[in-house]
């Protein structure tokens, strides 16, 4: 197998190794220039590129090629173009050049935009990506662009993401400088671990919930759910084996580094996590791999659910987002051998610290959709309030340079300026909290908040911006500076002083630190309605601004899709639930009351003497339920019209929110306990027993 592995690694790839096995030599170092600096793309260039790139696609079996982008939904899209031209004699010809390779012109019309763009002004523009690579995928080129509208305005989650990284690398390049080292780029690097459920087709398709909305609007809980822990590590499923076998397989193809693969803490729920990339490449690689696991599951009889919280009750899922900061040389965040790499490791550790806390009501939009706001706070999944572990070494550490005493760990370095500067630990000294929703694990931050269906871009735009903005702080501090040294361990404890109080390794579950953090000034957006307004805040606005990485139309508009993103979810859902109340559960709850109470009536034909208590007490509780069903519904009907009534986005998202969502409550919660006694060939939906402990 691992012969076999190297073979089909990348196969489908137009890679470096590709790129530079079969184009000239003056054409690849061209390329290379744009690939690892920068560089501007001539022409001639692309136009050499495409016909290398179309024969090798060919060879593979394309016929076409598309522009594969990621718009505002987050998600992919993409529209093939055939390689095929027609000539004059009634032949063909297969083309494609360089303004078709670095350019495309897709209908922007029926995206979101927020407001950029109206229904009229349909165009809009993909721009290839080089330092993602092109790809070959259901015979089909696939090219890696960011979409800009006709005026230049960002469309999709890529062209920030890019942008954030450049500004990083800028500020990042300056501090290293201070530090005696010139580097050309500082790269930001991600390792996504997607989590997921498998459940059978069958099942799946029995629910309308599950297919309109992803996840399970009614449903009582199973008699047995994840409390034995049974699931995580646990021995694969046969099916699930060769599901995972073969996804690797198509990944590797893809040149996606997959790496880890197991069962997760809820049942039927499992994980895919890869080795870190740069980051767009690993937002990419991940967007992929959401896309292989859907399309394979089918195969083997199952489905996959990458929704939050595809079942109440369980854990839901999440996708965490390792972070970190690289030179082709080191890692920017390992704390290194030496004092001098110490204080480096000091200065870049305060940055984010810094970054974090002071734009914690932004990094929590960017995680903020319907569906993680069912997942977060429990099971699992940390609290809305964002808060950093660092792990008892490196918080003793930090402790002593905001004190001024000595560190007390097992090797104490001082230098000659009489402070005491971190020394070498390695890299397992920091425990996993799962409670916390940025770690810090060693080498890097793990931000756990990200929710399995989401587009990590949106996340990571935002903290290499907000880095990138105390780093250029610190650089034009530090570049002022008499004594450099002085000034940097000065700079790291003001940091670490006025920024300690989002500094927490304690249980982020507890009524109590849910206290302390509202002491500590913590925000704490606990939904989405409420966490969104932090796009349009000023300070936010002018942070994009500033390092050209959104401006404040681009803000407003992501404000306004977000907005009415969550409504049209809670609308949809809401509907749905409407659907299967009326038409599918409130009948079968009354066909089961007939059959109890012909059941008991042709008792008493019998013997008014038999009892019928039984039965009464099923259609006691049932008739119960069925009532407050039929109420249920009426007030959600009420209660989702109102909303929609409103013209206000904002108001609209917040009416969902506070009026609809307790309305769909109410109707689950009588649902559910009318299937624990309703029949179960009555029972229309698949339920969580059979769904969760299939065999």
Not at 95 to 115: I, M, Q, W
Not at 378 to 385: L, V
Not at 392 to 405: H, M, T
Not at 633 to 658: P, Y
């Amino acid at each position: 197998m691992a012969a076999n592995v190297m073979e089909i690694y990348g196969s489908k790839v137009f890679n470096e190794h590709v790129m530079k096995e079969r184009l000239p030599s003056a054409t690849y170092k061209s390329l290379e220039k744009t690939l690892h600096k920068g560089a501007p793309l001539d022409i001639e260039v692309a136009n050499v590129v495409a016909s290398v790139m179309k024969r090798w696609a060919m060879e593979l079996g394309a016929t076409h090629y598309t522009h594969w982008f990621q718009p505002l939904t987050g998600i992919t899209s993409e529209k093939h173009d055939g390689f095929v031209s027609p000539v004059g004699d009634g032949t063909a010809i297969m083309e494609f050049n360089g303004k078709e390779l670095v350019r495309g012109e897709p209908d922007a019309s029926s995206f979101p935009s927020g407001g950029l763009r109206a229904t009229c002004e349909a165009r809009g523009y993909t721009a290839w990506d080089p330092t993602s690579f092109a790809f070959v995928k259901d015979d089909v080129l696939c090219i890696p662009t960011a979409f800009v509208s006709y005026t230049g305005e960002a469309l999709d989650k890529k062209t920030p993401l890019l942008r954030s990284m450049n500004a990083l690398s800028n500020q990042a390049i300056r501090v290293l400088k201070l530090f005696g080292k010139d580097v050309d780029y500082v790269s930001t690097t991600v390792g996504p671990e997607q989590e997921y459920f498998l459940i059978k087709k069958e099942d799946y398709e029995a629910r309308q919930d599950l297919i309109l909305t992803g996840r399970t609007l009614f449903g009582a809980p199973s008699a047995k759910g994840q409390e034995l822990e049974e699931h995580y590590f646990g021995v694969i499923r046969p099916e699930v084996s060769a599901f995972m076998k073969e996804l690797d397989e198509e990944l590797w193809k893809l040149g996606v580094p997959a790496k880890t693969k197991h069962n997760e803490v809820a049942p039927c729920q499992h994980e895919l996590a890869p080795i870190f990339d740069t980051t767009n490449v690993a937002i990419d690689h991940n967007l992929l791999t959401m896309e292989m696991m859907k399309k394979l599951a089918p195969k083997y009889g199952l489905v996959c659910l990458q929704h939050e919280k595809p079942f109440e009750g369980v854990n839901g899922s999440g996708k965490h987002n390792n972070w970190s900061m690289s030179t082709t040389h080191e890692n920017l965040l390992d704390p290194g051998d030496t004092p001098m790499e110490n204080l480096q490791f000091l200065v870049f550790l305060a940055a984010v610290i810094k970054a974090v806390d002071e734009y914690a009501d932004l990094l929590r939009t960017s995680v903020a959709t319907p569906g993680n706001d069912h997942r977060l706070g429990a099971n699992e999944a940390p609290p809305a309030i964002i808060s950093i572990f660092v792990g008892e070494e490196l918080e003793a550490v930090i402790d002593a340079i905001a004190s001024d005493s000595p560190y007390a760990g097992p090797v104490k370095m001082k230098m000659d300026l009489g402070v005491d500067v971190l020394p070498k630990f390695s890299k397992d000294t920091t425990d996993r909290n799962r409670t916390s929703p940025f770690a810090f694990t060693g080498n890097k931050f793990e931000f756990r908040m990200p929710g399995s269906a989401e587009n990590l871009s949106d996340c990571n735009t935002i903290l290499n911006t907000a880095v990138a903005k105390e780093l250029k702080g610190y650089a034009d501090e530090l570049e002022k500076a008499d004594d450099f040294t002085s000034a940097a361990i000065a700079l790291v404890k003001r940091t670490i002083r006025d920024h300690r109080r989002v500094i927490f390794n304690g249980n982020g579950y507890t009524a109590e630190w849910e206290e302390e953090a509202a002491k500590r000034g913590l925000p704490n957006k606990k939904n989405t309605p409420a966490a969104l307004p932090a796009l349009i805040e000023p300070k936010n606005i002018a942070l994009m601004e500033d390092f050209g990485v959104l401006t404040k139309v681009e803000m407003e508009s992501r404000y306004e899709v977000e907005m009415e993103h969550y409504s049209k979810i809670i609308n949809i859902e809401a509907l749905t639930m409407l659907e299967m109340a009326r038409k599918q559960l409130l009948p079968a709850v009354n066909a089961y009351m007939s059959e109890v109470a012909n059941t008991a009536a042709s008792k008493l034909a019998v013997s008014e003497s038999l009892s019928v208590r039984s039965e009464t007490k099923a259609l006691t509780r049932l008739s119960a339920d069925a009532d407050a069903m039929s109420d249920a519904v009426d007030e959600l009907q009420a209660a989702v019209d109102a909303a929609k009534a409103l013209s206000d986005e904002s108001a609209k998202a917040v009416a969902f929110h506070d009026d609809v969502l307790p309305k769909m409550d109410a109707l689950r919660a009588a649902a559910d306990d009318a299937e624990t006694i309703c029949g179960e060939d009555y029972w229309p939906l698949p339920s969580y027993s059979k769904m969760l402990y299939y065999v």
